[in-house]
């Protein structure tokens, strides 16, 4: 039985992860949980499960704590923002695996978080879907063979807007995503196609490639959940529901598969369809590959610039596509200075995000 340590318990990967914990008894069990805020949620769970927990904005060495005395086999970060930064970089310092759904620690610090895993022997495993998939895939394939990375997205609710119309869509509107259930910022990340950018940065350093190896392909069903080409030519895809418990459980599991309560993908009565993205109307998309390209602080820039303003937007204070300007104005600046510690990528974050504020 694997004990896991659930962070960011009270969020969709940390709720899909206890759901698995939960119908899966023989396999798993939680042994800690943490979430950044939530108390009350937070000690509602860590009783029902029967283990200790920690708020991270209260403790910031309580993560430490629980992995000494809990002992952990593999540890799940799906921990929102920046916020899950210092949780990742507990993690493999302590040597634990990590099941990592947060974004920002490949996006921010990935020069520093390699270097503790390679250290520790730890392993990272990722659990975004597209990222679930290439992982398999290229295991599978092998690395030397691939030739091409494809991502795919859904293209979010407003795939099929007008370019004129998208500066008038309201909050409501862009949190309606046609696929996936997820938390209030990354959908509106998903609209934005941020989301997506922050994908191709995270598939350039999970995967060690460069930004011209990865592609984006719009696929409004959510079915095929990313892509490889092999150097002959050949592609190869993972197919299943869009449900986030099968890469959650794919990274619990590895190196191996385990039967499952989840329901089996159905191939009958399917349409795959598939489109190239409009990066000239979702500008975020085409910035990420600027931010990736030129490396230093301009993906902590990049993240940054896009986390303020799509957190403005939701309190109603730019309008969807300023979110686009605020990010741009913010690359703009000069972040060729690479970071040489934890505490210097915070200081870049705080400088983006101080600067995003004052464009809102």
């Given at each position: 039985?694997?004990?896991?340590?659930v962070?960011?318990?009270?969020?969709?990967?940390g709720?899909?992860t206890?759901?698995?914990?939960?119908?899966?008894?023989a396999?798993?069990?939680?042994?800690a949980l943490?979430?950044?805020?939530?108390?009350?949620?937070t000690?509602?769970?860590?009783?029902?499960?029967?283990c200790?927990?920690t708020?991270?904005?209260?403790?910031?060495?309580?993560?430490?704590?629980?992995?000494?005395?809990?002992?952990?086999?593999?540890?799940?970060n799906?921990?929102?923002?920046?916020a899950?930064?210092?949780?990742?970089?507990?993690?493999?310092?302590?040597?634990?695996?990590?099941?990592?759904a947060n974004?920002?620690?490949?996006?921010?610090?990935?020069?520093?978080?390699?270097?503790?895993?390679?250290?520790?022997?730890?392993?990272?495993?990722?659990?975004?879907?597209?990222?679930?998939?290439?992982?398999s895939?290229?295991?599978?394939?092998?690395?030397?063979?691939?030739?091409?990375?494809?991502?795919?997205?859904?293209?979010?609710?407003?795939?099929?807007?007008?370019?004129?119309?998208?500066?008038?869509?309201?909050?409501?509107?862009?949190?309606?995503?046609?696929t996936w259930?997820?938390?209030?910022?990354?959908?509106?990340?998903?609209?934005?196609?941020?989301n997506k950018?922050?994908?191709?940065?995270?598939?350039?350093?999970?995967?060690?490639?460069?930004?011209?190896?990865?592609?984006?392909?719009?696929?409004?069903?959510?079915?095929?959940?990313?892509l490889?080409?092999?150097?002959?030519?050949?592609?190869y895809?993972?197919?299943?529901?869009?449900?986030?418990?099968?890469p959650?459980l794919?990274?619990?599991?590895?190196?191996?598969?385990?039967?499952?309560?989840l329901?089996?993908?159905?191939?009958?009565?399917?349409?795959?369809?598939?489109?190239?993205?409009?990066?000239?109307?979702?500008?975020?998309?085409a910035?990420?590959?600027?931010?990736?390209?030129?490396?230093?602080?301009?993906?902590?820039?990049?993240?940054?610039?896009?986390?303020?303003?799509?957190?403005?937007f939701?309190?109603?204070k730019?309008?969807?596509?300023?979110?686009?300007?605020?990010v741009?104005?913010?690359?703009d600046e000069?972040?060729?200075?690479?970071?040489?510690?934890?505490?210097?990528?915070?200081?870049?974050?705080?400088?983006?995000?101080?600067?995003?504020?004052?464009?809102?």
């Amino acid at each position: 039985m694997k004990k896991v340590f659930v962070m960011g318990c009270t969020g969709s990967i940390g709720t899909n992860t206890l759901d698995i914990i939960k119908n899966m008894p023989a396999l798993f069990c939680a042994c800690a949980l943490a979430s950044h805020t939530s108390r009350e949620k937070t000690e509602k769970l860590a009783s029902s499960f029967g283990c200790d927990f920690t708020l991270t904005a209260d403790d910031p060495h309580g993560i430490e704590r629980l992995i000494k005395q809990t002992r952990p086999d593999i540890a799940v970060n799906g921990i929102a923002g920046s916020a899950g930064l210092l949780p990742s970089k507990a993690v493999l310092e302590a040597g634990v695996d990590l099941a990592l759904a947060n974004k920002e620690t490949v996006v921010m610090a990935w020069h520093l978080i390699r270097a503790l895993a390679e250290k520790s022997g730890a392993r990272i495993i990722p659990v975004d879907s597209e990222h679930s998939a290439i992982f398999s895939l290229i295991e599978k394939i092998g690395r030397e063979n691939i030739a091409e990375i494809l991502i795919t997205a859904s293209g979010g609710p407003f795939r099929t807007y007008a370019k004129e119309n998208l500066a008038r869509v309201s909050v409501k509107d862009a949190l309606a995503h046609p696929t996936w259930k997820m938390g209030k910022k990354i959908t509106i990340d998903s609209a934005t196609l941020a989301n997506k950018g922050l994908e191709v940065i995270e598939a350039c350093r999970l995967f060690d490639v460069s930004p011209e190896i990865v592609k984006v392909v719009v696929h409004p069903e959510s079915i095929v959940h990313s892509l490889v080409r092999t150097k002959d030519g050949m592609l190869y895809a993972e197919l299943s529901d869009p449900d986030m418990k099968r890469p959650i459980l794919s990274a619990l599991t590895q190196p191996e598969t385990a039967e499952n309560y989840l329901q089996t993908f159905d191939l009958f009565d399917k349409t795959l369809s598939f489109f190239r993205p409009r990066t000239e109307d979702f500008p975020l998309l085409a910035y990420a590959y600027e931010a990736a390209k030129r490396g230093a602080s301009y993906t902590i820039a990049y993240n940054a610039a896009d986390e303020v303003a799509a957190l403005a937007f939701l309190d109603g204070k730019l309008s969807f596509t300023d979110i686009a300007r605020v990010v741009r104005s913010v690359l703009d600046e000069d972040w060729s200075v690479l970071p040489e510690s934890f505490e210097d990528v915070f200081k870049a974050d705080a400088k983006a995000r101080s600067l995003a504020k004052t464009l809102i």
